[in-house]
């Protein structure tokens, strides 16, 4: 089975831009989740997806956005990046049954604002 | 607001040592998962215990959802366990991390 895949690695732009990060599903899962790492912090959620809609917010502003594919993978977009916005972003791809648990992190994308 | 604490902050060990990593949460939750970051930022899902105890090799867990805790066991730990241990919380649609306890395992 295929993990999870993030989109670009790293990424460096400038105050006030627009920067839009890729994560690809792992196979069978139908839920991701977006979350953002500062440096020495743990990740803090930012929202989540399931069937194409966000079932699911943390406490960011609406510049925060993101969207889901019919097959599952997932875009998230920041609008007018601050400084505060440098960090590690995590994409998170979830299946659940009865039966069956999976929650499986990708590598993040590192964003710098400078 | 939600609170996920854990303890201790901080934790070094001798290889071969065992220890136990808690979790504390403010409020009932869906589930409860226990996350590993490895050196390299890669965190890798090591329990989903909403309750109960689970034994995955080396490592357990275990969620007394009434008293609102969880405790992970390292037993035997190894150098390969170095690393960032955060208890999430899922509160309906809100995920909410822990600080993590950071683990050095020394050879």
């Known amino acids: 089975e295929t993990g999870v895949t993030q989109s670009p690695t790293h990424l460096i732009k400038t105050r006030g831009q627009q920067v839009t990060l890729r994560c690809s599903s792992q196979s069978g899962h139908n839920t991701v989740s977006w979350y953002q790492q500062a440096l020495g912090q743990g990740p803090q959620f930012i929202f989540q997806?399931?069937?194409?809609?966000?079932?699911g917010r943390g406490n960011f502003p609406p510049r925060f956005s993101g969207l889901q594919f019919p097959n599952y993978s997932s875009e998230l977009n920041v609008n007018a990046l601050e400084l505060d916005d440098s960090a590690l972003y995590l994409c998170?791809?979830?299946?659940?049954?009865?039966?069956?648990?999976?929650?499986?992190f990708g590598s993040g994308t590192r964003l710098t604002v400078v | 607001g939600i609170q996920v604490e854990q303890s201790p902050p901080d934790l070094i060990l001798q290889e071969g040592a065992n220890s136990t990593l808690r979790c504390n949460f403010s409020?009932?939750?869906?589930?409860l998962q226990w996350f590993h970051q490895n050196p390299w930022g890669q965190l890798i899902n090591l329990f989903y215990i909403p309750s109960g105890t689970k034994q995955n090799g080396r490592l357990s867990a275990t969620t007394v959802a009434t008293e609102r805790y969880s405790l992970l066991y390292i037993s035997s730990s190894q150098t390969t366990d170095s690393g960032v241990y955060f208890c999430?919380?899922?509160?309906?649609?809100?995920?909410?991390f822990g600080p993590g306890t950071r683990l050095s395992v020394l050879p």
């Open positions: 998170a791809s979830s299946y659940y049954t009865r039966e069956y648990y999976g929650y499986t």
């Open positions: 409020d009932s939750v869906n589930n």
């Open positions: 997806y399931y069937r194409e809609e966000e079932n």
């Open positions: 999430v919380g899922n509160y309906g649609q809100n995920f909410v």
